[in-house]
């Protein structure tokens, strides 16, 4: 059966650059959330999109943007990187009602040098 | 005080044993959520509870939602077992996941 698929799986970057992170959700499935997972820590939530709305927002920095486009994936925009923002994003996606299931993609490991 | 508070936050069992780990939130929730997660490695959702019991091969998910508590079992534990197991809610009509601390189990062979 088709996953999440995030692209890409790992991406280092400089400090004050850009990175842009991607997410196909599960066909048919409407709605994207994405987390952030600090070194050691649990995962944060930091946005998610239902039928290419946001429906609802976390803990993510004004330098951080993300949209749901027409075929439902998802792009997480982070721009001004800082050594923090290294972490590993997942993003999950689900079918509408937040009481079905999220299935998480395998993440997108960024590190900040 | 974490809305979502796992126990223990780490365990450590023999191969074959009956391994049980524990969950309490403290607010209203639409839906429990049970991940593991192996070291570096991504999350995968083991069971999505609102009320009563899942089994799924070796693993049993229970929920009490009077009780606000949630147990993730795992019969004849297994070294590939070792991983960290995460319990998440989703609150009301959020459809964010908010998540507990994870519990770091280690199976010995």
């Known amino acids: 059966a088709a996953g999440v698929i995030q692209s890409p799986r790992h991406l280092i970057k400089e400090k004050r650059e850009t990175a842009t992170l991607k997410c196909y959700p599960i066909?048919?499935?409407?709605?994207v959330y994405w987390y952030q997972q600090g070194p050691g820590q649990d995962p944060q939530f930091l946005i998610s999109f239902y039928e290419k709305m946001q429906s609802d927002k976390g803990s993510i920095p004004d330098r951080f943007s993300a949209q749901q486009f027409s075929d439902y994936h998802s792009e997480l925009n982070m721009s001004s990187l800082e050594l923090g923002d290294s972490a590993l994003y997942f993003c999950a996606s689900s079918f509408g009602d937040p009481t079905y299931e999220q299935y998480f993609g395998p993440g997108t490991r960024l590190t900040v040098t | 005080k974490n809305e979502v508070e796992q126990s223990p936050q780490n365990l450590t069992a023999q191969e074959g044993e009956f391994i049980t780990i524990n969950c309490s939130y403290s607010v209203g929730i639409s839906a429990l959520h049970w991940l593991q997660q192996h070291p570096g490695g991504g999350i995968v959702s083991l069971f999505m509870?609102?009320?009563g019991k899942k089994k799924h091969g070796r693993l049993i998910a229970t929920i009490n939602i009077q009780e606000k508590h949630s147990s993730l079992h795992i019969t004849a534990s297994h070294p590939r077992d070792s991983a960290v197991y995460i319990c998440a809610v989703t609150l009301g009509s959020n459809y964010k996941l908010t998540f507990g601390k994870g519990t770091l189990l280690t199976v010995n062979p």
């Open positions: 509870l609102s009320s």
């Open positions: 066909p048919r499935h409407d709605t």
